[in-house]
């Protein structure tokens, strides 16, 4: 029933002159994927393009674990003076992204318009970022 609804709606809006309307259709790609980012950095690259790689923050995980093992054979209680774990905060680059400076900038405005909202306590009208 959904479908049938969203069809009719397409077809009413691609009845319309071409110069009236641009339809845009989303597609997840194979690689499409949700991050959690908690920065970015980045930088022009030598083509006028704007790169940025996405980056959360987490306690580093332990390389090793040493555990007793109990008379049952189950595992028992940890040996901490065995762990061995990297110094300091571990910085995970997630998705590096190369982005024109159009569309950088219809990125800020979209940002900003967001932040607004969120500031305001509203919910986002729009979720795509116009070009």
Sequence with gaps: MVMAKKTVKA??????????????EYIKSNFFR??????AIGGVTPE??????FFSDRPA???????KRNPDGSLGNILNEHTV??????????VDIV????????????????????DANQKP????IKK
């Design 99 to 118: 982005i024109s400076r159009e569309a950088a900038r219809s990125l800020v405005s979209w940002l900003n318009q967001n932040l607004e909202m969120l």
């Design 85 to 94: 774990v990297r110094p300091g905060i571990i910085r995970e680059m997630d």
């Design 48 to 53: 006028g393009n704007l790169h940025l790689a």
């Design 61 to 67: 995980i332990p390389k090793m674990q040493v555990f």
């Design 34 to 39: 949700v991050v959690h980012a908690d920065g």
């Design 125 to 128: 009208e729009n979720n795509g």
């Design 11 to 24: 077809e009413k809006i691609s009845n319309q002159k071409s110069e009236e309307v641009i339809i845009f």
